[in-house]
């Protein structure tokens, strides 16, 4: 099976282009996602993206894809990633929306 979000950063890297926008049902990120202490992320360093996700803050089935083609893109060199919904990719661009991951 191809997952799409794997393909995307590997067609994102293949034309060079330095931001991926992976386009979701929520408008950013959250820790603790659903529960009463859920805490959004607007921003975060492929570091701290990648110990959320061993720490089991994206699942596989949810966010979990996601996180990791975003954190291929930036190995390849891609200098951000947003995450955020449809109506929100103008904002999130602008830095004024979505969770944004950076090397």
Known sequence: MIDKDRASALLAHSVAVSTI??????????L????ENERPLPRLSAAEAAEHL????FPPGSMG?????????LRAGGSRAIITAPERIAAAL???????ITP
Request: net charge negative; with cysteine.
């Open 21 to 30: 926008v992976f386009s979701t049902g929520v408008e950013q990120l959250y």
């Open 32 to 35: 603790d996602f659903g529960e």
């Open 54 to 57: 061993a720490a089991g803050q």
């Open 65 to 73: 894809p996601k996180i990791e083609a975003s954190l291929d893109f």
């Open 94 to 100: 602008a830095g004024q929306a979505g969770t944004c």
